[in-house]
């Protein structure tokens, strides 16, 4: 797991395979927390999600590599106020 000192708001986390997973709002414990806009779409749309600090492999220059690919790494996202 990398440190969770290194990961800045605005960064872009990236999956395994390189795919946008989202945007950095802030490290809240041992989760990062994704900005609003990266929200997604229908029902998810408008909430904050987030992400396990476990998921990370590296933070590289302005971007946290998750060892999940994307698309995995979305069903492992929760969101604000339980399952919507």
Not at 34 to 51: N, V
Request: no cysteine.
């Amino acid at each position: 797991m990398a440190n969770a000192g290194d990961i800045r708001e605005h960064m872009e986390v990236i999956g395994a395979d390189g795919v946008h997973v989202g945007t950095v709002d802030h490290v809240d414990g041992d989760r990062i927390k994704l900005t609003k806009a990266d929200s997604g779409q229908g029902s998810h749309e408008g909430h904050h999600h987030y992400i396990s600090l476990g998921l990370v492999a590296e933070v590289e220059g302005d971007k946290v590599r998750l060892s999940a690919t994307g698309a995995n790494a979305v069903t492992f996202e929760e969101e604000e106020g339980g399952a919507g």
